[in-house]
T-cell receptor, first 113, second 109 residues
Framework: SQTIHQWPATLVQPVGSPLSLECTVE??????LYWYRQAAGRGLQLLFY??????ISSEVPQNLSASRPQDRQFILSSKKLLLSDSGFYLC????????????FGDGTRLSIL | RKEVEQDPGPFNVPEGATVAFNCTYS??????FFWYRQDCRKEPKLLMS???SGNEDGRFTAQLNRASQYISLLIRDSKLSDSATYLC??????????FGTGTRLQVFP
């Protein structure tokens, strides 16, 4: 069966520091991968998605970037964090973009001080 | 108009009650529909897919109304453990899944 791992679970970072969040999927090949952010009490905001190695689509302009160096690895990065980057970051995978449901990792709660 | 819209609630219901949520969508060509459940400070989890003819999973029933472009989720015999936010998911105009902002359910003793 497929599993998705996301770490760390919690992260506290100072403003201006870099960020790297990693997500890996096991048990499937060529998954579609997603990064979402959820502010407290709000809905999910799609940040990036990827349909293959090296292929990244950005949904909103922002201070973040994503990379997919391997088939089942998805990384979310920032060179300099802003206070507004605080939130709950979720990685997800699916078999395709529109027909199959997405499955989420446990999430990373990021606080910027 | 938002691609997927839900009443944010909260819906406060006693244990044992039946409660229903609706979710409207804007893309008449949408083909994929799901309900997710999200507990406080946790990731969303797939509750059930929604099929054209409607489908049931235990106490949960999902329905699709294409003419009026909405899906519904009915929960019978509510349990305290059903308290959560329920997210409606539909494939949108750009053929990606779009998550609604959720409807919060609180079941009280």
């Amino acid at each position: 069966s497929q599993t998705i791992h996301q770490w760390p679970a919690t992260l506290v970072q100072p403003v201006g520091s870099p960020l790297s969040l990693e997500c890996t999927v096991e048990g499937t090949s060529n998954p579609n991968l997603y990064w979402y952010r959820q502010a407290a009490g709000r809905g999910l905001q799609l940040l990036f998605y990827s349909v293959g190695i090296g292929q990244i689509s950005s949904e909103v302009p922002q201070n973040l970037s994503a990379s997919r160096p391997q088939d089942r690895q998805f990384i979310l990065s920032s060179k300099k964090l802003l206070l507004s980057d605080s939130g709950f970051y979720l990685c997800a995978w699916s078999l395709d973009l529109a027909r199959w449901p997405q499955h989420f990792g446990d999430g990373t709660r990021l606080s910027i001080l | 108009r938002k691609e997927v819209e839900q009443d944010p609630g909260p819906f406060n219901v006693p244990e044992g009650a039946t409660v229903a949520f609706n979710c409207t969508y804007s893309n008449s060509a949408s083909q994929s529909f799901f309900w997710y459940r999200q507990d406080c400070r946790k990731e969303p989890k797939l509750l059930m897919s929604v099929y054209s003819s409607g489908n049931e999973d235990g106490r949960f029933t999902a329905q699709l109304n294409r003419a009026s472009q909405y899906i519904s989720l009915l929960i019978r015999d509510s349990k305290l453990s059903d308290s959560a936010t329920y997210l409606c998911v539909v494939n949108g105009n750009t053929d990606k899944l779009i998550f609604g902002t959720g409807t919060r359910l609180q079941v009280f003793p």
